[in-house]
């Protein structure tokens, strides 16, 4: 038996340089966990989910942790250590060697979920204080209105001429009333394509229809930018429409965008655009019964300089 005093620096040799706390096994992600991924998008950080996980896997880790310890043991009763010894060391210091165990953790649970995720289906909803429009039957009784409206927030939203729309709309049979200005300067620089536009209207079939950009996020880009996004570009070719979450219909989605989009998320005086998860009961999923690729390509995050310092800040 070797006659030397165990120690905790000792103890820390005997520690290999990496332990795996935990494991995540092929199948598991946060794909069902989309109510979690809202509310960390509502709260603008990433607590609720990390909170979630620490949960989920924190018994594994101390299992790990405990199983660590028995073989840190065995360690030293092989290098001649007594069992008082032993003892008597672990009892004394034990905070501090599962502190060192857990620094010592390679696992990363989050990053591997995260990574077994799929990009997940989003809405973007312009916010107006006009509130939204209503199907083409309710619109065309009185007819359509430029000034004072949805449907002219809408025009100025894809960068439409006024004075193009009421054109195209009164030689398809539609009603359009009051002023519809002529803004040269918007054309050739529209969102969409006027036929489209028109095609989206005329087939609008349900009340409280928002003007609706359809893409999809990548979630490890999303808990990047700490759930705080300010401003996102949808990207050329990805569609948009009206959609109506509370009634469950719309119209056929398929304004498709001849350019990148940026999108301002920040909404001021009942003026915006609302950023969500497309997962309720009312989805544009489910009602049109599309799979995740008609959704289009992954939006891009805009970075913005002062959210990263927070971030920065917060984490530190």
């Known amino acids: 038996m070797k006659n030397h005093r165990l120690t905790l620096h000792r103890v820390k040799a005997l520690m290999p340089k990496h332990y795996t706390l935990q494991w995540v096994s092929y199948d598991e992600n946060l794909d069902d966990h989309l109510d979690l991924i809202q509310r960390c998008m509502q709260r603008r950080n990433r607590d609720p989910l990390v909170e979630a996980v620490w949960e989920w896997y924190s018994d594994a880790e101390w299992s790990s942790i405990r199983t660590a310890i028995e073989e840190l043991k065995q360690a030293c009763f092989e290098e001649g250590f007594t069992d008082r010894q032993i003892d008597r060391l672990f009892g004394h210091y034990e905070d501090e060697i599962i502190q060192?165990?857990?620094?010592?953790?390679?696992?990363d649970v989050l990053a591997t979920l995260i990574a077994h995720t799929d990009t997940v289906p989003v809405r973007v909803e312009?916010?107006?204080?006009?509130?939204?429009?209503?199907?083409?039957?309710?619109?065309?009784?009185?007819?359509?209105r430029y000034e004072e409206s949805y449907f002219g927030d809408m025009i100025d939203a894809l960068h439409l001429n006024p004075r193009n729309v009421?054109?195209?709309f009164t030689?398809?049979?539609?009603?359009?009333?009051?002023?519809?200005?002529?803004?040269?300067?918007?054309?050739?620089?529209e969102q969409v394509l006027y036929e489209d536009f028109l095609q989206e209207v005329r087939n609008s079939c349900c009340g409280a229809?928002?003007?609706?950009?359809?893409?999809?996020?990548?979630?490890?880009?999303?808990?990047?930018?700490?759930?705080a996004l300010d401003k996102i570009v949808i990207p050329k070719g990805n569609v948009c429409g009206l959609f109506s979450s509370l009634y469950g219909g719309g119209s056929v989605m398929d304004m498709r965008l001849p350019q990148d989009v940026v999108l301002d998320l920040k909404i001021t005086d009942n003026r915006g655009y609302r950023l969500t998860l497309d997962h309720e009961?009312?989805?544009?999923?489910?009602?049109y019964g599309v799979l995740d690729s008609f959704f289009g390509?992954?939006?891009?995050?805009i970075p913005n300089p002062q959210s990263i310092g927070e971030i920065t800040n917060r984490l530190s």
Not at 126 to 144: A, K, L, P, R, V
Request: charged share 30%; glycine share 4%; proline share 4%.
């Open 171 to 189: 030689r398809h049979g539609l009603k359009c009333v009051g002023e519809f200005p002529d803004l040269p300067e918007r054309n050739g620089k």
């Open 126 to 144: 312009m916010i107006s204080n006009y509130d939204c429009i209503n199907s083409h039957w309710f619109e065309s009784q009185s007819g359509y």
């Open 209 to 227: 229809n928002l003007l609706t950009y359809i893409a999809r996020i990548d979630l490890r880009a999303l808990y990047d930018a700490d759930f």
């Open 166 to 168: 009421a054109l195209i």
């Open 297 to 301: 390509t992954p939006l891009k995050i």
């Open 281 to 287: 009961e009312c989805s544009v999923k489910r009602v």
């Open 100 to 107: 060192e165990i857990r620094e010592r953790d390679d696992s």
